[in-house]
């Protein structure tokens, strides 16, 4: 499960680049800052400007004028992912000292976890999480897929209208991984929400954050005495003998990676469908199957788009640039997936092929991509099936994603279809019976006031503190 990131915002003034760091020396042609509105709005022209200026590896500036160096090519990318004794991940070699407000802090911050680790302990961490996977009954998560998919139908099938981002796309994630990661389905929705928040760097991403470290710390406590068939269960009695902490972590690492990646797939791949006529007529044509679309999204719109956690172990050359001990070396996935080297047409399909780097790849390729293409493939296979006469209910203009230092999420997919009765077939609905009364997004009011809102009578608490008390009850 590729790692997931908060917002880049509010940035902070860093130490300066210390010499041999890539923004030395450039010149006119120097370092490309990825934050703010010289970034501009538009990735692919970004990467051009960087590929002709600097070849496949381009210097970049980082929030607070970090130095770093962005890999743009899909072959200099799997060099960096393939070699770790080059290309470490263990960021206390990093050659600058980021100060304490620091927006990267969150995601470079070296943490006792499997994306950190390297060697011996990697393998280690790594077995666990695998092996945990690899328990998970992937026809049982199908199923639940299935069913999930039809309750949130249910839920606004009578009015015609959906956001398939809020409604669908994040609501269906954060229930089907929720059950197999072994949490009640009660917290499921609250936890996405939460996730999703906590990526998005809002004011109350901290108190998400530690909502999130609230559940999965009590996951493990029930875990230890209850165990049962569900990822946190294995992870505590796998025989690497991870501590209660690193179980904790792990888990809170690949709730957030598995869901908000997942959510990114489903929403990119159902924005083209309704979009992209000839995308959605081969589609339906039976030209093209739903993996095979799933495949092309993942070419052209990956979940992640930069995954900035490897730094240098000594000096050395990569893309005709000489990268020095301590460099940060980021991936990029987005970038690498249009390197013209390897699709000098972009216009022509790829579906099929899995040679993109959506998924990373070397050892720290995503463990659990299977997983996040089955609830995918599975959930708009079951939407579009029973809602075949989805329209998007903007222009396509309209649509707006937020971006971030590492990915960029679609904000919402508004649609429309002749609205439907519920089905009441005991097949579709059983099971829970109260997931489609459940999906609906938070209520504005139980989140954390933003900075700069006027203050309610009284303190206020957390919205986590409020959840966690009436679950008590």
Not at 256 to 265: F, M
Request: hydrophobic share 40%; glycine share 8%.
């Amino acid at each position: 499960m590729t790692t997931s990131y908060p917002e880049s915002n509010g940035f902070s003034a860093a130490s300066a680049p210390p010499p041999g760091c890539p923004a030395h020396g450039l010149g006119s042609t120097g370092p490309q800052r990825l934050y703010g509105p010289e970034a501009g709005d538009a990735p692919r022209a970004l990467y051009a400007k960087l590929r002709e200026a600097h070849g496949p590896v381009a210097p970049v500036l980082l929030p607070g004028d970090v130095p770093a160096w962005l890999v743009l090519g899909h072959r200099e990318n799997l060099d960096v992912m393939r070699t770790p004794s080059l290309f470490s991940c263990d960021s206390r070699i990093w050659n600058v000292q980021l100060t304490a407000d620091s927006p990267l802090l969150p995601l470079t911050a070296w943490q006792r976890l499997i994306v950190f680790a390297d060697g011996e302990e990697h393998a280690r961490l790594r077995s666990a999480v695998t092996d945990s996977l690899d328990e998970l009954n992937r026809h049982g998560i199908r199923r639940h897929v299935v069913r999930y998919t039809h309750q949130l139908i249910d839920g606004f099938a009578p009015t015609g209208r959906v956001d398939l981002v809020a409604d669908f796309a994040e609501q269906l994630s954060s229930l089907v991984l929720a059950r197999q990661f072994g949490i009640r389905e009660q917290d499921a929705l609250i936890l996405g929400t939460a996730v999703r928040d906590m990526v998005k760097g809002s004011p109350s991403a901290l108190q998400s954050n530690q909502f999130v470290v609230t559940v999965m710390t009590d996951l493990v406590k029930r875990k230890k005495d209850k165990p049962g068939k569900d990822f946190a269960s294995s992870l505590l009695h796998h025989q690497s003998q991870l501590t209660d902490d690193e179980v904790t972590e792990h888990l809170r690492h690949a709730i957030v990676a598995a869901h908000e990646n997942t959510t990114n797939l489903i929403g990119n791949t159902l924005r083209v469908v309704l979009t992209d006529r000839r995308f959605r007529s081969n589609l339906s044509g039976g030209s093209m199957t739903l993996p095979d679309a799933l495949e092309q999204v993942m070419w052209d719109a990956p979940p992640l788009a930069v995954v900035p956690n490897r730094w240098a172990t000594g000096d050395t050359l990569l893309g005709g640039q000489q990268i020095r001990k301590g460099d940060m070396v980021m991936l990029g996935l987005a970038a690498g997936n249009v390197d013209p080297e390897i699709r000098p047409d972009l216009t022509t399909p790829v579906h099929g092929n899995r040679s993109h780097l959506a998924f990373s790849g070397g050892p720290h390729e995503c463990p659990g991509q299977d997983i996040g293409r089955a609830i995918s493939d599975t959930g708009i296979d079951t939407l579009l099936a029973r809602v075949p006469d989805l329209e998007l209910a903007v222009a396509e203009p309209e649509l707006t994603e937020t971006a971030s230092l590492v990915s960029s999420r679609l904000d919402g997919l508004p649609a429309t279809f002749k609205p439907q009765r519920p089905h009441t077939s005991d097949e579709k609905t059983a099971g829970t019976g109260t997931a489609a009364s459940q999906a609906q997004p938070l209520p504005a009011a139980t989140l954390p006031a933003a900075a700069g809102e006027p203050a309610t009578s009284g303190p206020r608490r957390p919205w986590w503190r409020r959840f966690l008390k009436g679950r008590a009850r």
